[in-house]
């Protein structure tokens, strides 16, 4: 008994309705008459149109595609009030639940139409003295076709001549945009027409005022490239560590469609495919077209040729990690562990502040933030407990767990050796404390493990004319000198806003967050909300920290 037709989808009944014409098919035909006709696909057939129809009535629109963003930016407020009202812990509890944020995330998808089917390729399959051609209707819009010397704003994919063939093809399909979508373009395929114009012998700026002259749909006539087609997206994502103008770079294919970013920006990068260009997008934007940014190898390449050219940066380039050339870092989401929070270290240039902000961080809860027991192998003094000030040992054992590499910073002065072990750290952390120290900024290479999984926070200075003016007035004492209290000279406040820049230049990848020491109360409000944030926000880690 076959099943009732009165609510089927119209599209499904006329292709079921030409389906019976077909003479012969045999199983095939049989399986297909069967698909057709079931309850399951017309169910997820009516689903779709009703998103798609809800789409298009100006009745029925989504507030907000970035809901799960602004989720996040709540959650963040919310740790500053969780302590004044059940009602915000218990709003704090719901929105950090996994199928709440579910939900949100299955909305911004429906916001952002990311539901649009990709079809595979034509199965090359055709005789081979016949030249297989497909035909692809597709409306335009807002985004980019163009080739490395022009670009038009048309459907998603750029367009360049063949080298050796002298034919139009389609250079690249940028993920997300309308050509993507369609899952019928993809890049070699070879242009014959456009609505209906022969492009032979045409330039790629022929092409484009063909395109931009066309009004609603565009039809292409495309002979398909076989086993070029489009390759699937990449789950990647990775923290910029530079910041990206693609108006200003002279070297982008087209530069209408490059992303811009800045540095600390997480992009989600959704194609490899080319060596010098890669497609992403940033991460959290409701734009699902992607965008061309240069590669990991082209960056770097970049960056040493203007590290070698330019005469400012010579001194730091005799100090600088070659190992590490900042491009690119792939991270993954950490999520907070109950009884387990993240170390916050405070690096910066010596007497910025960094010091003075870990004293106050802790004095605002000493139960909940602790700073590591120093070691020393200085001589205990009559009025001083081992393990309270310091942790006094042998000389000989200091430096033998110096040698080991149970220490994360030590130095010597007058002679006695002082340090910090990674051990005391680790017990802090697994007492469900929250750890803070602000060690020499060439501790950060043994700190930033995933053993530790450090927060690290960079303390910046503010201008020299706004540092001398704050300092002063505040009548803050040099730290340059240990042997009396004075005030800072002039030529001290140079060196830490030059230490700072260096500091910045050399290690300003590992940076998690920045905060400008100009007033010391408004700092220290904002590395409250970094402490907050790091015990209660998934956030971005390197990826191998979370493998």
């Known amino acids: 008994m076959e099943a009732s037709t009165d609510n089927w989808d119209p599209a499904l009944t006329r292709l079921l309705a030409s389906l019976k014409e077909v003479q012969s098919g045999g199983e095939d035909l049989a399986f297909l008459s069967e698909l057709l006709q079931s309850k399951q696909l017309n169910a997820l057939v009516q689903v779709h149109n009703k998103i798609v129809a809800k789409g298009k009535d100006d009745k029925f629109y989504p507030l ?217 997008r940033r991460e959290g934007d409701k734009v699902m077209r992607a965008g061309l940014i240069p590669s990991r190898a082209l960056q770097e390449g970049r960056i040493i040729h203007e590290r070698q050219s330019d005469p400012q940066t010579m001194d730091e380039n005799d100090d600088f990690d070659r190992e590490m050339i900042p491009t690119y870092e792939e991270v993954a989401r950490l999520y907070p562990r109950p009884g387990l929070v993240r170390p916050i270290v405070l690096v910066g240039a010596p007497g910025v502040g960094r010091n003075e902000l870990r004293r106050r961080l802790v004095a605002t809860d000493p139960e909940k933030f602790v700073t590591p027991v120093p070691f020393t ?31 994360i910073e030590h130095g010597e002065y007058k002679g006695n050796l002082y340090g910090t072990s990674a051990e005391s750290v680790e017990s802090i952390v697994n007492s469900g404390r929250v750890c803070v120290i602000s060690p020499h900024w060439q501790a950060l290479k043994m700190l930033r493990t995933p053993r530790l999984r450090p927060y690290i ?30 005030a800072f000279t002039e030529e001290e406040f140079s060196d830490i806003i030059r230490s700072s820049n260096r500091i910045n230049f050399l290690y300003g990848y590992m940076f998690d967050e920045e905060i400008l020491n100009e007033d010391l109360a408004s700092a220290l409000s904002q590395l409250m909300k970094a402490a907050w944030k790091v015990q209660s926000e998934p956030l971005w880690v390197p990826a191998s920290w979370v493998q």
């Open 64 to 280: 907000l595609s970035n809901a799960m963003q602004v989720t996040l930016e709540v959650l963040d407020l919310l740790g500053e009030m969780v302590a004044s009202s059940k009602e915000y812990e218990e709003l704090l509890g719901l929105l950090q639940k996994p199928h709440f944020q579910a939900i949100l995330c299955t909305h911004d998808a429906v916001a952002q139409k990311d539901y649009y089917p990709h079809l595979p390729d034509i199965p090359p399959d055709a005789d081979e003295e016949e030249e297989t051609v497909k035909i692809v209707q597709l409306v335009k819009s807002d985004e980019p076709l163009g080739g490395a010397q022009s670009a038009e704003p048309i459907v998603g994919a750029t367009i360049k001549t063949d080298e050796e063939t002298g034919k139009i093809v389609i250079a690249r399909v940028m993920h997300g945009g309308a050509a993507d979508r369609s899952g019928l373009i993809h890049a070699g395929d070879e242009v014959i027409e456009v609505n209906g114009i022969s492009v032979e012998n045409k330039t790629p700026a022929d092409v484009l005022a063909i395109l931009q002259s066309s009004e609603g749909t565009i039809t292409f006539k495309l002979v398909p490239s076989f086993g070029k087609g489009g390759s699937r997206e990449s789950k990647v994502r990775v923290r910029a560590l530079f910041n990206y103008h693609s108006s200003e770079d002279p070297y982008i294919p087209c530069k209408e469609a490059g992303l811009n970013f800045r540095k600390g920006d997480v992009l989600h990068i959704v194609s490899q495919d080319d060596a010098y260009w890669w497609q992403a």
């Open 377 to 407: 192998s200085r001589p205990l003094k009559p009025s001083e407990q081992n393990g309270k000030e310091y942790v006094f040992v042998s000389r000989e054992k200091m430096e033998q767990d110096i040698a080991d590499g149970k220490f």
């Open 457 to 486: 926070v960079f303390i910046k200075p503010p201008p020299l004319e706004k540092l001398t003016e704050t300092r002063t007035a505040a009548n803050a004492r040099s730290t340059f000198d240990k042997e009396s209290s004075r």
